[in-house]
């Protein structure tokens, strides 16, 4: 299983960025899909996450109204679209996948698969 995470950067405060992460080695369609993030000197944080269908999302709290999570099924990726980004931000976002843990528990950790991680950096 493969989990490549893209997309990340440097952007302005208030800026916008999109992360892919396309997965390869399993049944994508049956899998919940997520991102955590990495600040340097932090544990690493939950921060969406939705389930097989797309119908069941869940964010951290302090990214909700900021960030949304979506897939597409026929590509085998998940996208996190991030808006008004905050210095807080910047961290290395991780996607990762798991068969039978809804997304609802996903902060609780313990996923089956992890990608590696992509930089971003938001300037303030």
């Known amino acids: 299983v493969q989990l490549q995470a893209s997309g990340g950067g440097l952007v302005q405060a208030g800026g916008s960025l999109r992360l892919s992460c396309v997965a390869s080695?399993?049944?994508?369609?049956?899998?919940?899909i997520g991102w955590f993030r990495q600040a340097p000197g932090n544990e690493r944080e939950f921060v969406a996450a939705l389930n097989w269908s797309g119908g069941n999302r869940h964010y951290v709290d302090s990214v909700k109204g900021r960030f949304t999570i979506s897939r597409d099924n026929t590509k085998n990726t998940v996208y996190l679209q991030m808006s008004s980004l905050k210095p807080e931000d910047t961290a290395v976002y991780y996607c990762a996948a798991d068969l039978t843990i809804p997304p609802t528990n996903w902060a609780r950790g313990g996923m089956a698969y992890w990608g590696k991680g992509t930089q971003v950096t938001v300037s303030s």
């Open positions: 080695g399993l049944s994508f369609d049956e899998y919940a």
